[in-house]
């Protein structure tokens, strides 16, 4: 079992910068891949990006490619995302994820955060 725990969501305004993090409980967090994730109201859950578990390995959604930067410390159970040149279609509630395998489908995703809220002013 593990549980997540985002932070770090905000308002920003267009062009600007934020920083997601999401802690992880447990002694197993270096067996998860870990994945971001995304949702509006009415809308689909989608992927944004996602790290091995070594993190040499990441992928990340075309809409963000560029913008934004995943990481983790194994030492301290976290993954992050790094979000900069903000655009208001980036508004949306924020998933951290862990699963099974790297994957950009959610079926493959396990544990779910709460989800920090995001928003991005014009």
């Known amino acids: 079992q593990v549980q997540l725990v985002e932070s770090g969501g905000g308002l920003v305004q267009a062009g600007g910068s934020l920083r997601l993090s999401c802690a992880a409980s447990?002694?197993?967090?270096?067996?998860?891949?870990m994945g971001w994730f995304r949702q509006a109201p009415g809308k689909e859950r989608e992927f944004v990006a996602y790290i091995s578990r070594s993190g040499s390995s990441t992928r990340y959604a075309d809409s963000v490619k560029g913008r934004f930067t995943i990481s983790r410390d194994n030492a301290k159970n976290t993954v992050y995302l790094q979000m900069n040149s903000l655009k208001p279609e980036d508004t949306d509630v924020y998933y951290c994820?862990?699963?099974?395998?790297?994957?950009?489908?959610?079926?493959?995703?396990?544990?779910w955060g709460q989800g920090t809220q995001v928003t991005v002013s014009s």
């Open positions: 994820a862990a699963g099974r395998a790297v994957a950009t489908s959610k079926e493959w995703y396990d544990y």
């Open positions: 447990g002694r197993t967090f270096s067996t998860y891949v």
